[in-house]
C-alpha cells in the first residue's frame, strides 16, 4: 500500500522559532514534494527532492531515501509561515500521481 | 513558467445538481493532468488523470466523471451530486519537471 504519514497534525510555535515537520513514505514513491496551503488559499509547491538537501531562503528539505524519510525545516519562523504543510509522494510509473499526507497546521504566534 | 487557472474558488450546490469544474494549463503542452480531492480530515487523493486529449483514467469508483477536449483543458462533472461529494478539488499538472497546481476550489452539496 503506498502511504505517506506526516508529523505532527498541529504546531504551535513562537515567533523565531527553529521548526520541524516530518514525512515518512511507503516503497514505490520515488520523490516527495513538500506543499505549502494558506487558509482559503491554493496550494504552492515549496520543493521537490528524491535525494539530499534543498533549501530556499528560511526553508530546507531533506530526506534520506535509505529511511524513506523526509523533513521541512523552517529557521527563524514568522508569523507569515502560518499555514498548512503538507508532504505529497510521487508514485511513478505510468501515473506520475502523487500520495498526499494529511498536513500539518503550523500557527506561528508573535 | 506553468499556471493554472482553476474555477470557481467556491461553489455551494444543492444535492441533485449537476457539477462542472474548469481547468486550464497555460506556458506548457502535452502536460500530464490530475483531479484531485480532499475530503474533511483527509489528505488529498487522486480521481483522475490524463495522459492526452481523451484520454481519462479513474482512480475511485464514484460519482463524478472528468473530460480533456483539449491539450490543456481537463472538466470535472456530475450529472447529480450527492453529499459525499463536498470537498476541497484541486487540478494539477506534471510535466516531469515537476508538479503546477490550481487554486483549488471549495464545494459545499447542500
Known amino acids: 500500500k503506498n502511504e505517506v504519514e506526516q508529523s505532527p497534525q498541529n504546531l504551535t510555535a513562537q515567533e523565531g522559532e527553529f521548526i520541524t515537520i516530518n514525512c515518512s513514505y511507503s516503497?514505490?514513491?520515488?520523490?516527495l514534494h513538500w506543499l505549502q496551503q494558506h487558509p482559503g488559499g491554493g496550494i504552492v509547491s515549496l520543493f521537490m527532492l528524491s535525494s539530499g538537501k534543498k533549501k530556499h531562503g528560511r526553508l530546507i528539505a531533506t530526506i534520506n531515501i535509505q529511511e524513506k524519510h523526509s523533513s521541512l525545516h523552517i529557521t527563524a519562523s514568522h508569523p507569515r509561515d502560518s499555514a498548512v504543510y503538507i508532504c505529497a509522494g510521487l508514485y511513478g510509473g505510468a501515473t506520475n500521481k502523487l500520495i498526499f499526507g494529511t498536513g500539518t497546521l503550523l500557527a506561528v504566534q508573535p | 513558467s506553468q499556471t493554472i487557472h482553476q474555477w470557481p474558488a467556491t461553489l455551494v450546490q444543492p444535492v441533485g445538481s449537476p457539477l462542472s469544474l474548469e481547468c486550464t494549463v497555460e506556458?506548457?503542452?502535452?502536460?500530464?493532468l490530475y483531479w484531485y480531492r480532499q475530503a474533511a480530515g483527509r489528505g488529498l487523493q487522486l480521481l483522475f488523470y490524463s495522459v492526452g486529449i481523451g484520454q481519462i483514467s479513474s482512480e475511485v469508483p464514484q460519482n463524478l466523471s472528468a473530460s480533456r477536449p483539449q491539450d490543456r483543458q481537463f472538466i470535472l462533472s456530475s450529472k447529480k451530486l450527492l453529499l459525499s461529494d463536498s470537498g476541497f478539488y484541486l487540478c494539477a499538472s506534471w510535466t516531469g519537471y515537476g508538479y503546477t497546481f490550481g487554486s483549488g476550489t471549495r464545494l459545499t452539496v447542500v
Open positions: 506556458g506548457t503542452s502535452n502536460p500530464n
Open positions: 516503497v514505490g514513491i520515488s520523490a
